[in-house]
């Protein structure tokens, strides 16, 4: 059973930082893309961030210049940072990945909460 663990979410002041870790365990294949996405109360799941397996990267244009997202392979893990944050960053972040057999995940998602 494939499984991901998040965490790193939390609340803080406009113009701080978090780091979003998620784990995945229990992969009989190899993760081909990882990324981010979150949900704001009464708003679509958008795409925040995503990282293939060769190490491209697809960045919303809302958050462009603020957070990066990397992978760790040999730790199946891949991480958000978020950098000087906005209220209109407050969601649920989910992390979701694409296997190489086509099967895909979420994660149970974490809260992110940014202060004015």
């Known amino acids: 059973q494939v499984q991901l663990v998040e965490s790193g979410g939390g609340l803080v002041q406009a113009g701080g930082s978090l780091r979003l870790s998620c784990v995945v365990s229990?992969?009989?294949?190899?993760?081909?893309?990882m990324g981010w996405y979150r949900q704001a109360p009464g708003k679509q799941r958008e795409l925040v961030a995503r990282i293939t397996a060769g190490g491209s990267t697809t960045y919303a244009d809302s958050v462009k210049g603020r957070f990066t997202i990397s992978r760790d392979n040999a730790k199946n893990t891949v991480y958000l940072q978020m950098n000087n944050l906005k209220p209109e960053d407050t969601a649920v972040y989910y992390c979701?990945?694409?296997?190489?057999?086509?099967?895909?995940?979420w994660g149970q998602g974490t809260q992110v909460t940014v202060s004015s």
């Open positions: 229990g992969s009989a294949f190899s993760i081909n893309r």
């Open positions: 979701n990945v694409l296997l190489f057999n086509l099967q895909e995940y």
